[in-house]
């Protein structure tokens, strides 16, 4: 059985190397799709994730956190003793911001002097980032001229004293580079198991490998490995790329490399049940697109997922592109490990275990 499976490996590894296609892009949106992208595309960012640290706990700083989420702008997600103990939910993806309440905030602006407000805020998604830090001001200049009946904020109001986590400059080229790598590795490893297995079926090669004593799972086995691999090293000359725009490594490189492999066996598996479900390598191409266009839209990489609707928001968690790229900018911008990441790592693999089961019992009755 090895010996067979060495020479089919050996087999898709030759013919993926000796034939650099490029990808063509065949197929532009459906009217669904159309819907689906319009409704998560959004310039409004809603449901911001806040934390708190209330030093104070009066009237006036309940009144003040109040007037914060007030609207469907930010939602409380937690109540914290320290900016520290927040720390875990921020490598988490689990707030958004951090407002810090100091002690006698509600003397000092019932006495009509200035108050400092801490916050904090995730500077991973750039974006995200500087429209929580617009509203936390706007919100906290509204409060203070409420409460010191239109006096100037900057003489005598509540200020806010805002610290960006993880990207203190807030640029977006450290989050991009970051969200294509994982674009690129997650379209390869798609498209490629699926061009794969479908010429095999479209040139006949598959008929005459099933009358010789090559067993399915051997088949199936090599048409899932070689594109993994293929795709694993193409992800080190994207990270020398990102290292030289200045992407910082704050995570375990180690940790990534198990991650990213979790995270491309998954995508795999959209590729191999592409492959099972279509019979020319024109309908496995055009169904690649089809499916690949939504989960770019719902990966967050083109608009914050907090922006989409609740369906949307829900449909986004099956998305493994949605989970890679959490993971590459939790490692690479938060410093994030296993202990924050593992939920992702769950999610790609039920979303690749369920594939790869209907993928196999969809190959297993064709061979």
Not at 299 to 306: H, L, Y
């Amino acid at each position: 059985m090895w010996g067979r499976l060495y020479g089919l490996i050996g087999k898709e590894f030759a013919q993926m190397l000796r034939d650099p296609v490029v990808l063509f892009l065949i197929f532009w949106l459906t009217t669904l799709e159309v819907a689906m992208c319009t409704m998560a595309i959004g310039m409004d960012v809603k449901n911001l994730k806040l934390g708190l640290v209330d030093n104070d706990r009066t009237e006036v700083s309940r009144a003040f956190v109040r007037e914060l989420t007030s609207a469907d702008t930010f939602v409380l997600a937690g109540v914290f003793a320290s900016p520290r103990d927040a720390e875990r939910r921020f490598r988490r993806g689990q707030l958004d911001a951090l407002v810090e309440v100091p002690p006698n905030f509600g003397a000092r602006v019932t006495a009509g002097r200035r108050a400092t407000v801490g916050v904090v805020v995730d500077g991973s998604n750039a974006d995200v980032a500087a429209r929580a830090r617009a509203y936390i001001v706007e919100m906290t200049s509204r409060f203070a001229a409420a409460r010191y009946a239109g006096a100037t904020v900057m003489a005598k109001g509540v200020q806010p004293a805002v610290r960006v986590w993880y990207n203190p400059n807030l640029t977006n080229t450290n989050f991009v580079a970051l969200a294509m790598i994982a674009q690129a590795g997650f379209m390869l490893a798609v498209v490629l198991p699926a061009a794969g297995l479908v010429r095999e079926k479209q040139s006949g090669t598959l008929e005459q490998i099933r009358v010789t004593p090559i067993r399915a799972h051997e088949m199936f086995v090599a048409k899932v490995l070689p594109p993994v691999v293929v795709s694993t090293g193409a992800l080190f000359p994207s990270l020398l790329v990102a290292r030289l725009l200045g992407v910082p490594v704050s995570g375990d490189l180690l940790t990534f490399v198990a991650l990213n492999l979790i995270f491309l066996l998954s995508a795999v598996s959209i590729g191999v049940f592409v492959a099972c479900v279509t019979s020319t390598l024109q309908q496995a191409l055009l169904t690649s697109f089809f499916g690949l266009f939504p989960l770019l839209f719902l990966s967050g990489s083109v608009t914050p997922i907090e922006s989409m609707p609740r369906w949307l928001q829900m449909g986004a968690e099956a998305s493994p592109l949605r989970h890679g790229i959490a993971i590459i900018t939790g490692l690479f911008l938060k410093g994030a490990g296993w202990s924050e990441l593992w939920p992702h790592a769950v999610a790609l693999a039920l979303i690749g275990v369920s594939l790869f089961s209907a993928s196999w019992w969809l190959f297993r009755r064709q061979w």
